[in-house]
Structure formats: structure tokens, C-alpha cells
């Protein structure tokens, strides 16, 4: 109970995209992983926040960096927290995802973190179960930590990311990273680039607030910053891409390239890398230019801070609060 | 029954003549003798109703209902699903060719006229016309066991040849192919129209372009076999467009519309909602309204419930994992008297996609409020709301008009001047 009765509390109950949050709740969430990334750089990195609190980590997809950050980030914070992922008997045998989300809710978790290859399927959980929950990938919809990591690695580097110009390369039609990208970026007022072959670009993405290149040489030009998409090795297969060859000559950053950007350009991926294809190897390890290993770092700060937030509402709401709380919020 | 019954002021809609007047219709024996203005109760023994004023139209004809049925019992028991096209004002229903386990063989009709037996409204069953991956189906046989039309199973026949023969084979018979209009290359594995709304989704996407493709495809294969070609479910512009230029040709060709179509957009799936998942998927506004203007000018000459019924845990998915479609039967006729009251059509506009034109194509003689036509009659209340839907009456399978105010109540329907279906008699005065 905040004793300033003007205070803004973060008004969220959930994390399903990057379309919901204003510029103050990113204050917040920002000013929160500050301060966990510095105590995240020491010896005792614990803290005890969500202490008695569950945090499940539902993962129908695979993942290793996404389920551990996750899984650190709420270890950090004193949660117990339980992984189950796309390997896992319950998820095969065929049950129900709404079975699947209710049989989970009814442990009581305070905290669920769900990716899944359905476009929506977070908030399918988080409007089945009621329980505060954080989309960690829906499908080609969105990744909304991502990006919330992505800017606060640039923030650290910059200050701000509005008035920067930075390049989206890739394959955005099927990236829910492009996609929450591009909203936050905008949000906060930087100067977006989109840049692939139009096999792999959305029709109408001139609508989305970006200006769009298929040429990577132009889409660079006076760029702060670069985020290369990891190419899936099927759209070589089913005719979006020719090869593997042909887009690393057309769309693969290095060095060479980076000169039509700003001198002191800075790369990003969402990883895990293809070295040599959507990347060079020796871009990818100049410590002086890629932020690759940064972003890591800064996923879980951000992680704990979303979780953080979101756990401020969890304990105290009731299912019947929180389902009056959504018609409200409606 | 009585042999004779009088329906007194009435708001008869004619949908052939186009017109609505204030009148008398009489029915003697199931069918309907006289109607006038000035008709008067037979001294005895004959009923009367007093119609307070309310619309009587003919009994509605869906040609495209995806019953449970034949083989297997579904979430929805076919005897509900007649149940509840009795209770949605329609008095005759063609179950697809995919409906249950697909009605493929002339003993999967002849079965279903052993259910129909007991059905309160009329039943016909549509015949698949493919055998396995390449062959033809009893085309013959199943049309003289009483098969509607010949179709696909809902998805677009890929191979020109097959349905190049399917056709020329049909037209042996005079026998209308129905086929959904698709290319199914670039329908294979979407979920959502082309548009910007689903790219920002994350949906897999098929171009409207298809749906001019295939029709594109089909019209030329009628022109080539002289087959009768209903184009199944038409949903874009483009369809459209094919559509009318294939008519101006003199082509024999129909058109069909489902009414989700005509109600909802791309922007209803903006919130993930499986119950907007349809296929074909939900298109843009433009779209919708094009669909709107084309049942109203005649170019498209059906619309139809589509009606899909499936298990609550079918729909209850995210949004592309979801089963598509909507129970939808009882949902038709106030679906259609929504558009009328939002100015759209008028009401003889929208019930010929529903009585007449349908049973021209199918060669029935109901469907027309004319003497000498059989008595399947609708009466309702175009005005009121139709609440109920937020618990629909008898069918209980997921439905996307829950909770949805929709203009038009069923009061009675009749079929053959015999009473099958009635609205609870307080609320319609």
C-alpha cells in the first residue's frame, strides 16, 4: 500500500505485448532494472521480493537462453520457481491447453510465463487461469521481453533511444521480435528501419511506423544501431530464400558493411546466432561493437523487474478481483 | 392439425415478387390456398391465428449446413441439429458433403432420409463428388437417391483435371457442383486473411487473390463442361468480381455467401477470439460490405448458416490452434433481419438469399408464399432483439453470436402448415 495516495502504480497485470505499456510504466520498469543489473554485477545477487511466491515457466517451444533468464530472474527475486517445457509428458499427451492451464492454475501459481508457437496463446493462458502472466513468445505475435531488454541495453549505451535510427534486418515477416520491437521503438520515439527481401517482409509494414529497404547498404545509412534476426534454416526450403549463400551476400552484416552506418554503430540479435549467415563471426565478438553478449546480461535485470511488478498485483487480487479489474480495464 | 388454417394480420413478405403487404394467408392441407386482404374464418373447423402484425415469409432453405451426421454422433446429435434449424425459422436444410464422416456414397443418403423421417423441417444431403484421391464418386446414383448438389469437402479440389471431370460428369445429369473458390497453394496452412491486422498478429495469411484464382479457375471449367457451378462461400471482392463477369457471360453460375461474412470483419479477431476463427477467414470491412451490396443486388444469389457445430473444447484454443466456424442455424434469420434493420437490405432483399432463390436453383416448390406452394412458413418479429442467443435455444455448441444482439425473433415456424418449432409465447407481443 503505496502511502502517497497520487503515486502511479504500474497498472498492469500481465505482459502479453509491448502495445499496452506507456511511456511511464517503461520508466519504471527501466528504473527497476537498473538497479538490478548493478546488484546483479556483486557477490550476493539475491533479493527476497517474491519470496512465497510460484513462478511457472510453461514453455511449449524450445528455448534455453529465454527459460533461463526467466528462471534466473525469478530465482533472484526468492521465487520457487518450476520449469515445464516442450518436452514434457503432460504437454504430449495430447491434454487440452486449456486443460493444461487450468490444471495449473489450480496449484496456485502467483506468476506464469508462457511461450508457445500460437500467436495469442499467452493471452489465452492469462484469460483462462486469471494468474499474472508474462508472454515470453506467442507465435509470430510478440516477445515483448525482448524488446523491453533490447531498449534497455541501448538506454544504457545512449541514455535514450529517442531521435536514434536503428535497422531491423531480417526475416520480420515471422519474427514476433521485429514485431515488438518495432512497437516499442516507436513508442519511445527512435527512427525505425525495416530491411529484408519482400519475401520476408509483411505487406503493409509501411503502415507500421518504419520505412522499409530491401537494399542493406541504403537501410544502413546514418544507423545507431543494427538488430539482425536469426534466419530460419526452412525458408530456404519452402521458397522465401534461395540460400543460405545468397542471403548472407545480400543481407549478412560485417564489418565492410557497417561503414555506410555511423561510425560508432552498434549491432544486436536476439540470438542464437547462424555465424557467418546473418552474421559475421568476427562482427558478432568485437567486443567494440556488438551488444550481443549485453543484451543477455540485461534480459535478466529486465526480467526481474517485469516480474517484479507484475507480482506487486498477484498476491493481493482475488480471481473475482482481477476479472473485475480486466471488464474495467476494457 | 387442422386441415385448414387462417394467419390473420400478417406482414406478408413475398421474396420472388419483392414486396411486403398487410394481409390474410390461408393454408388448407399444407399448402397455401389464398391470400388476400380480405379473408374471413370459414364457419367451422378452421384455425386461426392472429399474427398481431408480424412478419410471415416462407420457411428459410440453408444449403449449407455441416451436420454431425451420417456415421457418427458428434458433439451436436443430429436430431438437434434439425431441431435447431426448426427453431431458427428454416424449414429446409442441405447437409454438406463433409458433414460427419462426408456423405459420399448413395447409402449415406438414403440413411439420412431414414433420420430425416423424424425431423421436424425438411432434410437433403449434398454428395461428395471425389472417391478416394482421384476417382469419381456414385455421382449418378447419388443424385437419384435424392443428393441436393455435388461438392467438394469444403476445401478447394486442387487438381484442374479431377475437377474439370467432376463437372463434365455432373452436367450429365443437370446436377449443380458446388466448389469453394481457393487456390489451395496459397490457402495451404493460414489462418487469417491477408491484412495488415493479421500481419501485425503474427497470423499465417492468405491473399484475397486466391479466392479470384480459384473462382477464376472454376468459371472457366463451366464455360468448358457447360456444368451448373454454385461457388461456394464467395468472401472477397475479387470472388466477387469473378462472380459477376462469369454471370454477364450468361454462364449457369451461382454465388454463396456465409452470414458470418456479412456480420464480421478482420478486425473482430484483433483480440485473438478462436470464436471469430472461420473458414474462410474473416476479410475487411471493404469486403463485407461488397458481400452486403451483392446479396442486395442479386450477384450473389444465396446466404448461408454454414452452420459448424463442434465440441466447446474444439473452439476453446488460441486462436490459430481453434477448430473454425460457429453453430449458426439459429442465428440465420436474425442475422439477416440485423442487416435489415441497420438499413442495409429490406427484408424481402434478404430472405430471397434464403427462400427462393435457393429452392430455384434446387427445383423445390417451397420457398415462395404463393398460392399453391407448400406451407413453410416463418413467423417473426424482424424488430425485436434476439436475446436468447446469449443461451441459444437448442443448440448448445460454441457459437460466435453469444451474447450478441441480433434484430429478429422466430415465433413459429411451420412446415407443410404444421407447427415444428415455437418461441415461448409471452415475449413476442
Known amino acids: 500500500m503505496s502511502a502517497d495516495p497520487y503515486a502511479y502504480t504500474f497498472p498492469h497485470s500481465d505482459l502479453l505485448s509491448v502495445g499496452g505499456l506507456n511511456p511511464i510504466d517503461l520508466q519504471m520498469i527501466f528504473t527497476r532494472a537498473e538497479e538490478h543489473f548493478a546488484r546483479n554485477q556483486g557477490e550476493d545477487k539475491k533479493l527476497g521480493t517474491l519470496k512465497g511466491l510460484t513462478q511457472i515457466n510453461l514453455f511449449f517451444e524450445a528455448s534455453t537462453r529465454t527459460l533461463a533468464s526467466f528462471e534466473l530472474a525469478g530465482k533472484r527475486l526468492g521465487a520457487d520457481v518450476v520449469n515445464f517445457s516442450a518436452g514434457n509428458a503432460s504437454i504430449k499427451k495430447g491434454e487440452s491447453l486449456a486443460d493444461t492451464a487450468l490444471t495449473l492454475a489450480a496449484m496456485k501459481p502467483d506468476l506464469l510465463v508462457v511461450r508457445h508457437g500460437s500467436a495469442g496463446a499467452a493471452r489465452f493462458f492469462a484469460q483462462t487461469t486469471g494468474i499474472a502472466t508474462v508472454n515470453a513468445g506467442d507465435g509470430a505475435h510478440e516477445h515483448p521481453t525482448q524488446a523491453l531488454l533490447d531498449s534497455f541495453t541501448l538506454i544504457q549505451r545512449w541514455g535514450d533511444v529517442a531521435g536514434r535510427r536503428i535497422a531491423i534486418v531480417g526475416d520480420i515477416l515471422h519474427s514476433r521480435v521485429a514485431r515488438s520491437n518495432i512497437a516499442l521503438l516507436n513508442l519511445m520515439h527512435a527512427e525505425v528501419r525495416v530491411c529484408g527481401p519482400a519475401t520476408l517482409l509483411p505487406g503493409d509494414i509501411d503502415q507500421w511506423g518504419v520505412s522499409v529497404f530491401h537494399d542493406l547498404d541504403q537501410a544502413l545509412e546514418g544507423c545507431d544501431a543494427v538488430m539482425t534476426l536469426r534466419i530460419q534454416r526452412e525458408r530456404m526450403s519452402n521458397g522465401l530464400l534461395a540460400s543460405e549463400r545468397e542471403y548472407g551476400a545480400l543481407y549478412g552484416l560485417n564489418h565492410q558493411r557497417l561503414e555506410h552506418a555511423k561510425p560508432d554503430c552498434l549491432i544486436m540479435h536476439p540470438g542464437p546466432m547462424n555465424r557467418n549467415v546473418e552474421i559475421s563471426s568476427a562482427l558478432a565478438d568485437d567486443p567494440d561493437i556488438s551488444l550481443i553478449l549485453d543484451q543477455v546480461e540485461s534480459g535478466v535485470a529486465v526480467r526481474m523487474a517485469i516480474l517484479e511488478l507484475l507480482a506487486q498485483k498477484a498476491p493481493s487480487m482475488t480471481w473475482q478481483d482481477r476479472v473485475n479489474y480486466r471488464e474495467g480495464d476494457a | ?429
Request: with cysteine; aromatic share 6%.
Open chain 2, 1 to 429: 392439425m387442422s386441415a385448414s388454417m387462417l394467419f390473420q394480420n400478417a406482414l406478408l413478405i413475398d421474396p420472388e415478387a419483392g414486396t411486403q403487404t398487410r394481409g390474410h394467408l390461408r393454408v388448407e392441407d399444407g399448402f397455401i390456398t389464398d391470400i388476400g386482404t380480405d379473408l374471413i374464418p370459414k364457419s367451422e373447423g378452421e384455425g386461426v391465428i392472429d399474427a398481431q402484425g408480424q412478419a410471415l415469409a416462407p420457411a428459410l432453405i440453408d444449403l449449407r449446413v455441416n451436420a454431425c451426421a451420417p456415421g457418427i454422433n458428434g458433439p451436436e446429435p443430429l436430431h438437434i441439429t434439425f431441431k435447431a434449424a426448426a427453431a431458427g425459422g428454416i424449414g429446409t436444410l442441405v447437409l454438406s458433403p463433409a458433414s460427419g464422416q462426408g456423405i459420399t456414397r448413395p447409402e449415406d443418403l438414403e440413411w439420412l432420409d431414414y433420420q430425416a423421417l423424424s425431423a421436424p423441417v425438411r432434410v437433403l444431403g449434398a454428395g461428395y463428388g471425389l472417391d478416394g484421391e482421384d476417382g469419381l464418386s456414385e455421382i449418378g446414383l447419388m443424385l437419384r437417391a435424392g443428393a441436393a448438389y455435388i461438392g467438394d469437402k469444403g476445401k478447394a479440389i486442387a487438381d484442374t483435371r479431377l475437377a474439370r471431370r467432376i463437372m463434365a460428369y455432373a452436367s450429365t445429369f443437370d446436377a449443380v457442383v458446388s466448389l469453394r473458390p481457393d487456390d489451395p497453394f496459397l490457402a495451404s496452412g493460414t489462418i487469417a486473411h491477408e491484412c495488415d491486422m493479421a500481419a501485425r498478429m503474427g497470423l499465417s495469411q492468405r491473399p484475397g487473390v486466391g479466392e479470384r484464382i480459384g473462382a477464376q479457375r472454376d468459371a472457366a471449367l463451366a464455360e468448358l463442361t457447360g456444368a451448373r457451378l454454385l461457388m461456394d462461400r464467395i468472401t472477397t471482392r475479387e470472388g466477387l468480381e469473378v462472380l459477376k463477369t462469369a454471370k454477364q457471360k450468361g454462364l449457369d453460375v451461382y454465388g454463396s455467401v456465409p452470414l458470418t461474412h456479412l456480420l464480421f470483419n478482420t478486425v473482430d479477431i484483433g483480440s485473438f477470439q478462436s470464436a471469430y476463427r472461420f473458414e474462410p477467414p474473416l476479410r475487411e470491412e471493404e469486403d463485407r460490405l461488397a458481400l452486403i451490396d451483392a446479396v442486395k443486388s442479386g450477384l450473389i444469389d444465396f446466404v448461408v448458416s454454414d452452420h459448424t457445430p463442434m465440441a466447446h473444447f474444439d473452439k476453446d484454443q488460441p486462436f490459430g490452434d481453434a477448430k473454425p466456424g460457429t453453430q449458426a442455424l439459429e442465428a440465420l434469420l436474425p442475422g439477416l433481419c440485423h442487416l435489415v434493420a441497420e438499413g442495409y437490405l429490406t427484408l424481402a432483399e434478404a430472405l430471397r438469399a434464403v427462400t427462393c432463390c435457393p429452392a430455384a436453383m434446387l427445383g423445390l416448390d417451397q420457398g415462395r408464399l404463393k398460392v399453391g406452394a407448400p406451407a413453410d412458413l416463418v413467423l417473426f418479429n424482424p424488430d425485436a432483439p434476439a436475446l436468447s442467443l446469449r443461451q441459444p435455444a437448442v443448440s448448445t455448441a460454441p457459437s460466435v453470436f453469444a451474447g450478441r444482439r441480433l434484430a429478429g425473433k422466430v415465433i413459429a415456424t411451420f412446415i407443410e402448415g404444421e407447427l415444428v418449432a415455437h418461441a415461448p409465447t409471452e415475449d413476442h407481443a
